[in-house]
């Protein structure tokens, strides 16, 4: 071999179009599959128990009666509920002067001394007119017939329910939707909501929801 002359370069390696297009089309059902059962989690709702007609008597959450009370129970770790959170701070924000708002954090036996006190805590904290509320054990939860996060209760200035599930249309989001409307109207004097709404957010069964949720 001279010196001008070089080895020839290899012959490139094609791949015949027809697996270039099923590879493809593998791909788009990939994500396809992936955000439909992404959808299909956001929009599942939690598990609704029927609400106590009237306000719990052996509930240790302060009622004054000649004013309606709104409380909202949360998982502390879970990230669905930063929603709920959100739509209830702007709710506060326009009614908070014409009733008491409690938040309450579950905390379950054999957790931790910090466990409850996370991000969403903070967040519920710096609301003026909103009382966090530690529930030991879920007794205030079962006293008001509440297992998913999220999961809002409303007692008239009677102590009458007048509004009993969830203020988001789906896991995460914030926006218009009926169970805040809903809400808003029993607030207002502008009738009662007597079915219950659907809740999504975390099971209040889930010790702890940070493994699929996140912290």
């Not at 001008?4 to 788009?28: K, M």
């Amino acid at each position: 071999m001279t010196a001008t002359e070089s080895t020839p370069a290899p012959p490139s390696r094609r791949w015949p179009r027809s697996l270039i297009v099923v590879a493809i089309g593998v791909w788009f059902l990939g994500i396809a599959v992936g955000l439909s059962l992404i959808w299909r989690y956001e929009g599942t709702p939690g598990l609704t128990l029927v609400a106590p007609r009237d306000w719990p008597t052996a509930s240790t959450l302060v009622r004054h009666s000649g004013r309606p009370t709104v409380v909202m129970f949360v998982h502390p770790h879970c990230t669905c509920s930063r929603a709920s959170l959100t739509e209830l701070r702007e709710l506060l924000e326009q009614l908070g002067t014409r009733l008491d708002a409690y938040i309450v954090f579950l905390k379950p036996a054999g957790t931790d001394d910090e466990w409850e006190y996370t991000g969403l805590w903070q967040s519920a904290s710096a609301i003026p007119a909103l009382v966090s509320v530690v529930d030991r054990d879920g007794s205030e939860a079962a006293r008001f017939g509440v297992q998913t996060s999220g999961d809002v209760r409303m007692y008239d200035a009677d102590g009458a329910l007048a509004y009993s599930g969830g203020i988001t249309a789906a896991r995460g989001h914030v926006g218009d939707n009926a169970g805040l409307r809903g809400l808003v109207a029993a607030l207002e004097g502008r009738g009662k909501l007597d079915t219950r709404q659907p809740v999504f957010g975390c099971s209040f069964r889930d010790a702890d929801a940070r493994g699929r949720d996140g912290p």
